[in-house]
């Protein structure tokens, strides 16, 4: 179960959605630097 309000307000302001959006760009980041290029080598090694 999910506390809507508290997360469309939360205790510690606009520092949370900072921290969020840094782990989403963290994330992008490693799936554009590991990921993406393990899938592209699979798909050399199929063909």
């Known amino acids: 179960m999910m506390d809507d ?3 469309k307000n939360p205790p510690g302001g ?3 959605l900072e921290r969020i959006r840094d ?3 963290s994330m992008r980041r ?3 630097q590991v990921i ?4 592209t080598l699979s ?4 063909h």
């Open 5 to 7: 309000e508290r997360l």
């Open 14 to 16: 606009s520092s949370v």
């Open 23 to 25: 782990i989403r760009a």
């Open 30 to 32: 490693v799936y554009l």
């Open 36 to 39: 993406c290029p393990l899938l």
């Open 43 to 46: 798909q050399l090694y199929r």
